[in-house]
């Protein structure tokens, strides 16, 4: 979407700067052509949206426009999910604490993925106290693919094992599916050893093919080719469904195989959300140039303290001076909040700077520091925009102390 001086002025002057802005119809393209690079090898497959990547109402209505499930780790997304509308057999329930909320959508019928023997140890129970009612679960696995550190979530093979034990007494409770997630782990051949290894896991623990199995996520998603050069290679979907899709039926062939899900968050929708801001001020101090913007680290999120994220810049109208080098830095008062590094380019105060790729990790993990968050729109599919969430006030960041 090109975004032009007058489209930014009537954005900004009906929403306020800095603004988050959604792509919805390039947002749901992007998640069918994720849907169809898997299902063009395997029939059964099926996204679950990691709500804790961005749990903006609308955006989690869109994902079930395109008829996934939820992925939610605790009580508040757990109910979002509910009120935007997901049945309980719609919810997949993560997490290694998942409280009484979890207990509730037990019972109520989500799909809860077992984090811990702990946590089976209670459902047992809870299963034993409602004898007349019939539970299913899936148990987080916690498998080696090359990571190179040990995860602290899901269990082992000795813990599987012992899962498996547990719950053979209890009458109505069935394990029905395995589910595993690594991060930092991007590669396709990561992927495919993900893969092969849950194959394994499932052959072993099951009589016959179970009714799913969850690779959670951790895929490069699609992204700009400025941020795609900052790594190494970038699998596309279709590499990842050549690594996956295509061994579950290669696997299962002959059989009725199991659902294959996978928890896509940052992957479906970092690149379709970008910050809009505005230059403050420019200065030069000993010889280094600084651009103080209206917006922040915590704005935009971790991402930009690891990467260069795409940047644009459009002329508030002001002239511009040209810049080598110049640190693109936020409202705070720290030192880091640094949100581009050496930028150079044609700037002035009174310009717009919009930041790519900032959907993931952005407004949910926004701290209440120093100044309430901004804004957040979508451009809609019929080409207009709307509220997604209103600028916050210093009032709700302070309603909760004791005064
Ligand atoms: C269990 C689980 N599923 C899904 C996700 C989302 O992964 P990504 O943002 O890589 O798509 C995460 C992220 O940490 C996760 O822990």
């Not at 509910?82 to 057999?89: A, E, H, N, P």
């Not at 395995?178 to 052959?203: G, N, P």
Request: with cysteine.
């Amino acid at each position: 979407m090109h975004l032009t001086r007058e489209r930014l002025d009537a954005l900004t002057e009906r929403f306020g700067c800095p603004l988050y802005l959604f792509e919805e119809a390039a947002f749901l393209e992007n998640a069918r052509r994720l849907e169809q690079a898997m299902q063009s090898y395997y029939g059964k497959y099926r996204i679950a949206y990691s709500f804790k990547t961005n749990y903006t109402p609308y955006i989690c209505r869109s994902v079930q426009e395109i008829g996934a499930y939820a992925e939610v780790v605790s009580g508040m997304e757990y109910e979002l999910a509910k009120r935007i509308g997901f049945s309980d057999g719609e919810i997949l329930f993560n997490g290694p604490c998942k409280g009484e909320a979890g207990e509730a959508a037990f019972l109520s019928g989500s799909m809860l993925q077992v984090d811990s023997l702990d946590e089976l140890a209670r459902l047992c129970a809870l299963a034993g106290e409602h004898p007349a009612q019939q539970f299913r679960i899936g148990l987080r696995v916690n498998i080696d693919v090359g990571q190179g550190f040990v995860s602290r979530f899901g269990l082992d093979e000795a813990g599987l094992a012992q899962a498996f034990r547990m719950v053979s007494p209890v009458p109505n409770l069935t394990v029905i599916g395995l589910h595993c997630h690594i991060s930092r782990c991007r590669s396709q051949a990561a992927w495919r050893a993900r893969m092969e290894t849950m194959l394994a896991l499932a052959d072993r623990f099951f009589d016959g093919p179970p009714a799913y199995l969850n690779l959670g996520s951790g895929m490069f998603g699609s992204m700009e080719p400025a941020l795609a050069s900052q790594f190494d290679h970038v699998p596309d979907y279709e590499d990842y469904a050549l690594a996956t899709a295509a061994l579950m039926t290669e696997h299962y062939r002959g059989q009725e195989g199991p659902w294959l899900i996978t928890e896509p968050g940052t992957t479906l929708v970092s690149r379709y959300v970008d910050c809009i801001s505005r230059v403050q001020a420019i200065k030069t101090v000993r010889g280094r140039h600084f651009a103080v913007l209206d917006t922040g680290i915590h704005v935009l999120g971790e991402t930009c303290t690891l990467k260069q994220l795409p940047v644009r810049v459009v002329s508030g109208g002001r002239p511009q001076q040209r810049y080598d080098a110049i640190d693109l830095t936020g409202y705070t008062c720290l030192e880091q909040d640094v949100m581009f590094r050496a930028f150079s380019g044609q700037l002035a105060v009174g310009d717009y700077v919009i930041f790519g790729n900032v959907g993931g990790y952005s407004n949910v993990l926004k701290p209440p520091f120093i100044q309430p968050n901004c804004a957040m729109a979508a451009h809609t599919d019929r080409d207009d925009y709307v509220l997604m969430k209103r600028a916050e006030t210093g009032e709700d960041l302070l309603r909760t102390y004791v005064f």
